[in-house]
């Protein structure tokens, strides 16, 4: 069902956290699923005077494709400018992890959009200008959110437990049992 790279990224996942005084973060779910994820980024300059992808990192509840293609996407988008860390799609996370089951697509989707988010968040923050692809994205997922919101109360609940503000990050939040904690 999954490829080597899934079950790698899965069970060995890369650059998992919340980077302290992030540049930018970005928060999407799927209140269907129960995918919740997280991106954070921290940007510098390169030698060209480029906005990059200095660090990148994730918290993502979820199953073994959302936690996999949150990972594959740090791995992807780190050290890429802003503009190339835009143009990544759906298919580049797909290809990357060697396939997904067509049922799990989805969750390559929500990784880019966190990724997206985290984007929009520190262009906002930094009063830079938004390109229109992100603006859409970012409208789309606000409005999506809303609607989330107002039908999945306990999904936004279960949301603002797992990420809250940043200063839990060593909680656990997908047991109760610390001892049973799944590294997420």
């Known amino acids: 069902m999954y490829t080597e790279k899934v079950i790698e990224h899965f069970q060995n996942p890369k650059n998992v956290g919340i980077i302290e005084n992030a540049d930018g973060s970005g928060r999407v779910g799927n209140p269907i699923c129960g995918d919740i994820m997280l991106i954070t980024i921290k ?11 200095q ?19 740090t791995e992807l988008a780190r050290g890429k400018t802003i503009e190339e860390a835009i143009k990544m799609t759906k298919q580049d996370v797909v290809d990357a992890l060697g396939g997904l089951p067509a ?26 200008p938004i390109p229109e692809e992100v ?26 437990k797992m990420l ?4 839990d990050k060593d909680k656990c939040v997908c047991s109760k049992d610390k001892n049973a904690c799944c590294k997420h």
């Open 164 to 167: 809250g503000d940043g200063k």
């Open 135 to 160: 603006q859409k994205k970012h409208e789309r997922i606000q409005k999506e959110l809303v609607q989330v919101e107002k039908k999945y109360k306990d999904f936004v609940s279960a949301q603002e």
């Open 55 to 73: 660090d990148i990192k994730f918290k993502t509840m979820g199953c073994a494709a959302a936690i996999a293609t949150s990972s594959i996407v």
């Open 43 to 53: 940007v510098s300059e390169n030698g060209k005077g480029e906005k990059i992808l």
């Open 103 to 128: 049922v799990k697509v989805h969750c390559s989707i929500l990784a880019t959009e966190a990724l997206n988010e985290a984007i929009h968040d520190y262009l906002t923050k930094k009063r830079l």
